[in-house]
């Protein structure tokens, strides 16, 4: 199946990995009105398509992305422009939501995510980048909540999701300050999963873990990043009984069979999409 062509993104598959890079080089990737919205309809894509059974999220060129496209920020004003305050306010809600949703599309794809970052990862990059399963850097990698500096409030994840990768306290120093982690720090406070040693090895590395996984049941793999997401947001309890339906439904699976018979005849297991 041939991926779909975008303005802002490049979309490619290959041996069941899928790549996401967004393509604004030039502008360090910044998110224009046309990246979020194609950020959604990419990873719906890797959703929906069986031959996709994993995806890496990257940025083409010197940067992963800097953020918000500032062009895209200053125009909210007239986006919303009403003569009622209110009805003004109510779409200016429904922008954020909309947003949110975008990136949250990354989250809800059934497929692992792995982002792989270079230079800047800065404002909605960070938002961007805690919704995807894992992330990889390069040294040359930073990262900063920057909304602060525009006078604002981060809105579309990072004040959410990031607690529950480097805890309350960092995430409250670093939105409050704006201050930059560099990627060895990034590693330590457990924002990445590793520091590879340059560009070249980042792009090897996760395309290696990726290919890993891909090798994986498929089946199990979603019904793992499924059970991850819900036992994240629910009690232990609950995780458990949630877990417990899932197998109920999915355990007998030809995976299964396949995986059991592939280690009786020491051979690696073939698995349908």
């Known amino acids: 199946m041939n991926p779909p062509e975008f303005s802002t993104l490049a979309l490619t598959l290959d041996d069941h990995v899928a790549e996401v890079r967004l393509n604004r080089p030039d502008k360090s990737n ?6 979020w919205q194609e950020i959604r309809q990419a990873f719906e894509w890797v959703d929906t398509t069986p031959e996709a059974r994993v995806a890496i999220l990257s940025g083409e060129g010197k940067n992963f992305c800097a953020g918000i496209d500032l062009a895209m920020l200053g125009s909210i004003q007239q986006q919303i422009a009403h003569a009622d305050g209110a009805r003004s306010r109510e779409t200016l809600r429904r922008l954020i939501l909309d947003l949110q949703d975008c990136l949250s599309s990354i989250e809800r794809c059934r497929k692992p995510v792995i982002a792989a970052i270079q230079g800047a990862c800065v404002g909605g990059a960070l938002d961007l980048v805690t919704c995807c399963d894992m992330r990889y850097a390069a040294p040359d990698a930073f990262f900063s909540i920057k909304e602060i500096d525009l006078g604002m409030v981060a809105d579309v ?6 607690p529950r990768l480097i805890g309350e306290g960092m995430t409250r120093e670093l939105a409050y300050t704006s201050r930059n982690v560099d990627a060895e720090e990034a590693e330590k ?8 040693d340059d560009f070249s090895r980042l792009t090897l590395g996760v395309r290696e873990i990726a290919q890993t996984i891909a090798g994986k049941s498929p089946l199990a793999v979603r019904g793992t990043k499924d059970v991850l997401n819900f036992s994240r947001d629910h009690s232990v309890a609950d995780g458990l009984n949630y877990v417990a339906g899932w197998n109920a439904a999915m355990l007998l699976s030809a995976d299964l069979g396949e995986c059991i018979a592939a280690q009786r005849e020491k051979r690696r297991p073939n698995f349908a999409d």
């Open 157 to 162: 994840g990072t004040l959410q999701r990031l």
């Open 189 to 196: 406070l457990g924002l990445i999963n590793f520091k590879f």
């Open 30 to 35: 910044a998110m224009n009105a046309a990246m």
